[in-house]
């Protein structure tokens, strides 16, 4: 009798386990993220409506997948590498996330080696190409510069050109030097000066030093404060040269505000064109948010929405192979942020729409 009972009290116990361990992967299973953005330092300008883009991700996620079944955590990344590092092994080991998302090309290339140990997947968010290119468990989104460099050549017809280009952006400079070569800009009329900081803002000597280069247009490849500090030293140096670069850090509604019109009048830009139907729905949450605010926002957003789509189709194992398969070539995104955007060879592609700032009004280039 006692046998009998030790067998059957066996048997309750196990199938407890089992029903326990079945509510456990229904209810309590999660699609956990981690977001690395700048909340504050000198890309809080940025790093603030990505929070809302990936908070409204979030939701969307949740009433894909059912309430309480997504979890995005994010932490704060000051604008600095460093800071990033300590960021992602706080999500990896304290929160548990399943992949992670970074902002920032510097942040995301410290990231990066971090997300390899832990075999987790990173997307990032950033100009720079290479991470993608050395890391198979890595996802590009955002904006290309050998693509917006090749295209804007084609653009003003500009192959006779001298370009300079100045970068305080990782490896980013060689890829918009790529650019240019393929519209058949010779190499001569090209000259890098990068290994700059992002926190740079005084110019005034490189632009000193290649006077005698004589650029037609000068390609700033940096943010907000830096991209304001070199318009503004050109024009007071008396330079003519073009500028040509990325509209949300370059010609932003700050910048415009900020600087005479003789500054900006010689400004070109590039952006991916907001897709409307998510420009109409986060407006309605956030009324208040600027044309510039809400490009960061799309950008997240179509972000998270398919990192959270990879890990649920891989969701009984998450490894990074999986989501890194799912992601690859994606072309059916749900709701995207940005015109025809989709993934190609784990890079996010998407229309451009090129523009110059006239009497501080921005006048699309057709």
Known sequence: MKKIIKIVSVIVVVLVLILLAARNYENGAKIKIGVIAPQTGFGAYWGGPVAKGVQMAEKDLENMYGKGKVEVTIEDSQSSAPRG????????SADKVDALYVEFSSVAYAVGPVAKSANK?????????KIVEENPNSIKTFLSFEVACREFVKKIDGSNKKYLIVSAVGDV????????????????????????????????????QNKSFAPDYIVPIMYE??????????????IKAGFFSDKQDLVTEKNIANLPAEATNNVYYFEAPVNQVFA??????????????IQAAANSYQSIMALGIGLADCEKNKDVECVANKLANKNDLPVVGYENAKFVNRVLVSDLVFGRVVNKEKVEIK
Not at 280 to 293: A, E, S
Request: hydrophobic fraction near 35%.
């Open 280 to 293: 109409d729905k986060i407006k309605k949450l956030y009324p208040n948010m600027n044309v510039d605010d």
């Open 225 to 238: 404060d830096g991209s304001y500090s070199i318009l503004k030293q050109a024009n007071d140096m008396g």
């Open 85 to 92: 590092v300590s960021a992602a092994q706080k999500l990896l």
């Open 173 to 208: 400079a060689s890829y918009c030097q790529s650019g240019l070569g393929e519209s058949s800009v010779p190499m001569e009329n090209i000259k890098v000066v990068q290994g700059l900081s992002p926190k740079d803002t005084d110019f005034r000597t490189i632009l000193l």
């Open 121 to 129: 997947i990173m997307m990032y968010s950033a100009y720079n190409q």
